[in-house]
């Protein structure tokens, strides 16, 4: 598994390279409510965020990559959960402010289509039956970026939450 609990093994795919580099409109709530970083919080900054939104000071934070957030500081995160794959082979996953979890994506390729449908993590997670809203500077991105083929944001939703029912109640468990 790709989870070192130095700095080790931080640098972003050429993906999220490309999305730290994109303004997201958040167009007073119809757009996506996200903030990408320029890198991922270290390893330091991931185990102090995990530890506090859980309340679990015992926690092993290793397995996380935050990447960005959503205005109220919920983050957006790779979740190294697939041992021997590489970081953009990892689901997406959001913790959100007031405890909200979700998996967003089961890799990082499928979370470009989703953008690409105009869903961010927040969206992804609260609101996963709206409507798309497609936005073409993403959707030429994903294309760019993207290894798998193009589906609906819902179609990915699905996939990825079938693939791990449990992360939810894993999360709940995290906390104290």
Known sequence: MIAPTDDTHRAFPPALASISRTEFDYDDGDGIDFEPYDAFLTADDTTAWLRHWTGNHELDCAAYRFF?????????ALWCVREGHQLADQPVVFLGSEGETGVVAGNLSDFLWV???????????????????????????????????????????????????TFDEDMEQLCR
């Open 68 to 76: 960005g957030q959503d205005g109220t500081g919920g983050g957006a």
């Open 115 to 165: 953008l690409a449908d105009g869903f961010g993590p927040l969206e992804a997670t609260l609101f996963p039956t709206r409507a798309p809203r497609p936005n073409a500077h993403l959707t030429a991105l994903a294309h760019r970026h993207a290894t798998t083929p193009r589906r609906s944001a819902h179609a990915i939703f699905a996939a990825a939450r079938a693939e791990f029912p």
